[in-house]
């Protein structure tokens, strides 16, 4: 059962790692993907060739979603390639720039601050339009167990993943009487191609500490992901989902 069977979706922030594993979930489950990257275009054309491949429309696009007008040049490009609709919309786009408060820069915060916060402002805005003349649509923002209880050594990226909670449940606020949905993800330790360069006994030292005992993939993610997009959660919204295997628990 394709869950998803000719909806368009809009990914930022997927030429790798969670995002690229939402768009190849989306697309078995028949989801035409638009997506975005910053600056690797081999993969993300790559990515773009392989979901084409599954039977669906998917084009890369190059945006900042930390710029305002990008955003919106970003929503309008998606309109007139995908016949007018957008139905969902996933904000993944994110990076960390880790240091102890003492040592953080005000550019390393301001930098993680506009990319992972301010970008979902910026693209939720700038979709927001379509979704209310639609009056439907599913808002996904991809938040972190460290935006939920903190980390040493993260105040920026914490900041800016709590921020995305708060706004979660905002905009749900705001446009549940449209039929527009928003919810946030908080994953654990996921295994991407960054925690594969990692030593080998850190890592198994993460998986340890966490109750199922293993870390989670980006499937795991793209499942949740499916949860909220679909209509197997036509009634839930304003709500955070922590995938993270217990470790919050």
């Given amino acids: 059962?394709?869950?998803?069977?000719?909806?368009?979706?809009?990914?930022?922030?997927?030429?790798?790692?969670?995002?690229?594993?939402?768009?190849?979930?989306?697309?078995?489950?028949?989801?035409?993907?638009?997506?975005?990257?910053?600056?690797?275009?081999?993969?993300?054309?790559?990515?773009?060739?392989?979901?084409k491949g599954m039977g669906v429309n998917a084009k890369a696009y190059k945006s900042n979603a930390a710029s305002y007008e990008e955003s919106e040049k970003l929503?309008?490009?998606?309109?007139?390639?995908?016949?007018?609709?957008?139905?969902v919309?996933?904000?993944?786009?994110?990076?960390?720039?880790?240091n102890l408060l003492m040592r953080m820069s005000e550019a390393d915060f301001d930098q993680v601050i506009d990319i992972n916060l301010k970008s979902v402002f910026n693209m939720t805005k700038a979709a927001q339009r379509t979704f209310l003349k639609q009056r439907k649509g599913s808002i996904i923002n991809m938040s972190s167990v460290v935006g939920v209880k903190g980390n040493a050594g993260q105040a920026n990226y914490?900041?800016?993943?709590?921020?995305?909670?708060?706004?979660?449940?905002?905009?749900?606020?705001?446009?549940?009487?449209?039929?527009?949905r928003c919810n946030a993800i908080a994953p654990g330790f996921i295994e991407t191609e960054m925690t594969g360069k990692l030593d080998e006994k850190v890592v198994q030292g993460w998986?340890?500490?966490?109750p199922l005992k293993r870390g989670g993939s980006t499937e795991d993610i793209a499942n949740a992901c499916l949860f909220f997009a679909s209509d197997l959660s036509s009634y839930v919204?304003?709500?955070?989902?922590?995938?993270?295997?217990?470790?919050?628990?």
Avoid: C, W
Avoid at 75 to 87: C, P, Q
Avoid at 89 to 98: E, F, P, S, V, W
Avoid at 159 to 176: C, D, N, Q, V, Y
């Fill in 158 to 180: 914490a900041a800016s993943k709590a921020g995305m909670i708060g706004f979660t449940k905002s905009i749900a606020l705001e446009l549940g009487s449209r039929n527009i």
């Fill in 75 to 87: 929503i309008a490009d998606v309109l007139n390639d995908f016949d007018g609709t957008i139905d």
């Fill in 1 to 51: 059962m394709k869950l998803l069977e000719g909806k368009n979706v809009i990914i930022t922030g997927a030429s790798r790692g969670i995002g690229k594993g939402i768009a190849r979930v989306f697309a078995q489950h028949g989801a035409n993907i638009a997506f975005t990257y910053s600056a690797s275009e081999a993969p993300a054309l790559e990515l773009e060739e392989e979901l």
């Fill in 237 to 249: 919204t304003g709500q955070v989902l922590n995938v993270d295997g217990g470790m919050l628990t």
């Fill in 207 to 210: 998986r340890d500490a966490i």
């Fill in 89 to 98: 919309l996933i904000n993944n786009a994110g990076i960390t720039k880790d």
